[in-house]
């Protein structure tokens, strides 16, 4: 059954240069021909694949609506993989509805998100990962982001991901021979190999599964918890690195009561700055829901910039609440105020965080600073992976399954059971990971995905 032609505006809302709407499907020529007369020369449908045509969009009675160029891309060389026409034509809100309201009319049907890319997955074009990185590359907000869709786009997660596929294959069709023909006894060879092969995919795997952490920070931001007690300068700290007045300073402890979070980049990564309601007990009712708030934003933290004053150093209280910092977030150790105390024991301090950095800061006088900055930045690139490792939520998700499956095998093989009960856990893990790449994903799974799309893409 040929697919209906589509239509929509590719171009975003508001005035620009030029605009495009774009056209996809077996009658995309048949429909640009009704709406568009060449300046000169041949209908559109007699053009040659990616060639340009310069001329007006009109009505059926031949009304002039604007003048346009258009882009003939005959399929399957087109980014769909079906015939598409964009017509480039002026910028204006009004122009491009004007004109995609003609190529309606002619007999194309309105896109639903993302239904250019859908297509273009449905006809091979791309794969999963690569559909997953257009949205992406949309709409990445850091440089790294953007690399790492690109990345995708290009094709890398696709091909990791097939590899592995193509092995866990392999090793497949090993036991399947060994199920067959049980009499020819390789058995023994066969375990060998395939607890190899295992063992070889499932470090591969991890090593996936390794980015999706990194790849998650990069999306949602490193968040970073100011905390200590009251008045050792945080808020002045979050004003100083955000580079504007934000918090409200005060000589009076207890003046910042609610979480406030800031962004900030550093070393290419969003890094979200939290300040907090200083660590104390108190009697006062709304400061002491700031204190949990406090507890609960260093519970998701990242990162905890455990904040001291120089003039008083590290006191029994700072010592309680640092022994309950969770355990996964790394610290930096930052004494404020050294301008009051320039002698302060940095090693002591470091002794208390477990060997943490430490950098001696003055929020008022903006010393020490840029050490600060760039010890943040030190962690964020912690979270440092090579592109194509940094895989989505979903992709882990995926990925995390097919490791799963992966362990289930080894366990198989190691308990001596059937080599049948070990082809069952390899293809689970082959499923699994073919849901990255979407060679076994649903409709469901894809309605979900070009959900998340823009019309036009
Ligand atoms: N001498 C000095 N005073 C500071 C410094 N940083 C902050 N203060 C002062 O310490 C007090 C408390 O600061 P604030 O940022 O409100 O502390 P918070 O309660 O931890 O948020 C204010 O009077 C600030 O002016 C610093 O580096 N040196
Ligand atoms: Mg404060």
Redesign the pocket.
Known sequence: MAEETIAAIATGAGEGGIGIVRMSGADALKVAERIFRPQRGRPLGGRRSHTVTYGWVVTPGGERVDEALAVVMRGPRSYTGEDVVELQCHGGQLAVQRVLEQALQAGARLAEPGEFTRRAFLNGRLDLSQAEAVIDLIRAKTDRAMAAAVSHLGGSLRQTIGALRERLMEMMAHLEADIDFPELELEVQTREEVAAGCAQCLAEVERLLGGARAGRILREGLRAVLA?R???????LLNRLVRENRAI???I?G??RDVIAEWIELGGVPVQLH?TA?LRATDDPVERIGVARTREALSQAHLVLV?IDAAEGLGPEDREWIAELPEGAARIGVV??I??NPAFDVAELREGLGGAPVVGV????GTGLQALEAEIARVAGAFDASEEMLVNARQAEAIRRAADHLRDAQETLAQGLGVELVAIDLRAAWMALGEVTGETAGEELLDQIFSRFCIGK
Do not use: C, Y
């Open positions: 200590g009251p008045n050792v300068g945080k808020s002045s300073v005060t000589e402890p003046t910042t300040d200083g904040v404020n105020k301008d009051l003055s929020a008022e006088r």
